[in-house]
């Protein structure tokens, strides 16, 4: 089940573990809880929340030489709860942030003041030129993907490059 940047597995009531891919420290690109018994090998094994004695907390760091680097630490049950609690509030700033964002743009055409409609992405070929020409290279061209926005009154556009804003945005219905 997944809850933005936590996925609990088996289930979010009960789980053995919790994946963390958002919200988490700075530096930190993952991290997972495990929940554990102890006894089995090695030591330990993973179990329900409601049956754990302690739990793992394993994060993924990027080390000064470029390398990934995983540290595991046992926390107290008390310990990850207060973990999942802060990456919860991280991701509901994130949330909160982007959500001012997103509401924040204005997407009126500035000549008719009517709201642009979304239309959807298109893919805009981009390229450089040939070696001693004006001609696209055809090994260097990429498709980059535009939100696109049309004023339906006068078909002036507005666009947004993929990859940072959900789209489409809330002042843009859609056509
Ligand atoms: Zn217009």
Redesign the pocket.
Known sequence: MKDGGMEFRPDADDPKRVHIKGGLPEGVAQAEITFRARGGWPGSRAVRRSGAEFARLSTTTLNSQGGWEITSTQLALEEAAEYIRQVRRRLEARDAEIRRRREAVDLR?P??G?DRAYIGTLGFITANTRILSDEPSRLDQHVVQQHAYR?E??G?MAYFADGYLPHPLPGGHRS
């Open positions: 055409c000549s008719c009517a004023c009154s006068c002036s």
